[in-house]
């Protein structure tokens, strides 16, 4: 099983909103990651969590902050986002962070 | 830094094969990714390379040059469900880093 679930699967927010994305994997992967995805770019790495330890952060500003709860979790928590935030949103996981990623479906972001 | 490079399209024919270079200049390479992704879903993995040489896995084979920077996925007996985007990617200080992606067209 290398299923990531990821929780909405679209999401439509005002900038004054505050909201949250989940992503959960029960592989016993102790890494977990978001990347941000723009129409036709790549991933781009936001967060690495590294055994529920922020390990990374991409110089991504405060109106995303994470959440690792336990092993199986990863939360996005987003507040006063701007619209150029729109953006497919994808949680992966891996044994280790040198390890394959799984990625989840994405939540498709719409900031308005 | 990092920097990788891949061609942005290629067309084939269904039943051709492709070969899909990816170059990449890093310092601490730890292994090269491939993945494929289809249209508004999520990337999936398709083969890893950490040493040289090549990985065959079905009809998607990867082959990996430490030395030169370089690795090529090579799709043979091409579907139409092989239409998709072909990230590589490569792992160095503790995360991945994408190239822009290859999107593969395949014509009937």
């Known amino acids: 099983d290398t299923e990531v679930t990821q929780t909405p699967k679209h999401l439509v927010m005002g900038m004054t909103n505050k909201k949250s994305l989940k992503c959960e994997q029960h592989?016993?992967?102790?890494?977990m990651y978001w990347y941000k995805q723009k129409a036709k770019k790549p991933p781009e790495l936001m967060f690495v969590?590294?055994?529920?330890?922020?390990?990374i952060n991409e110089s991504v500003p405060s109106r995303f902050s994470p959440e690792c709860p336990n092993s199986s979790l990863l939360n996005l928590h987003l507040h006063a986002l701007q619209p150029e935030d729109s953006a497919l949103y994808l949680c992966a996981s891996s044994q280790s962070t040198q390890e394959t990623q799984y990625f989840g479906p994405g939540t498709r972001l719409l900031v308005l | 830094g990092q920097n990788i490079d891949q061609p942005t399209e290629m067309t084939a024919t269904e039943g051709a094969i492709v070969q899909i270079n990816c170059t990449y200049q890093?310092?601490?390479?730890?292994?090269l990714f491939w993945y494929q992704q289809h249209a508004g879903e999520a990337p999936t993995f398709l083969s890893y390379n950490v040493l040289d040489g090549l990985e065959e896995k079905g009809r998607f084979s990867s082959f990996l040059s430490r030395s030169k920077g370089y690795s090529y996925l090579l799709l043979k007996e091409l579907q139409m469900k092989d239409s998709a985007s072909y990230l590589c990617a490569v792992y160095s200080w503790g995360k991945f880093q994408f190239g822009a992606g290859t999107q593969v067209v395949v014509t009937p």
């Open positions: 890093t310092s601490g390479f730890n292994g």
């Open positions: 969590y590294s055994y529920e330890k922020l390990s």
């Open positions: 592989m016993g992967h102790r890494a």
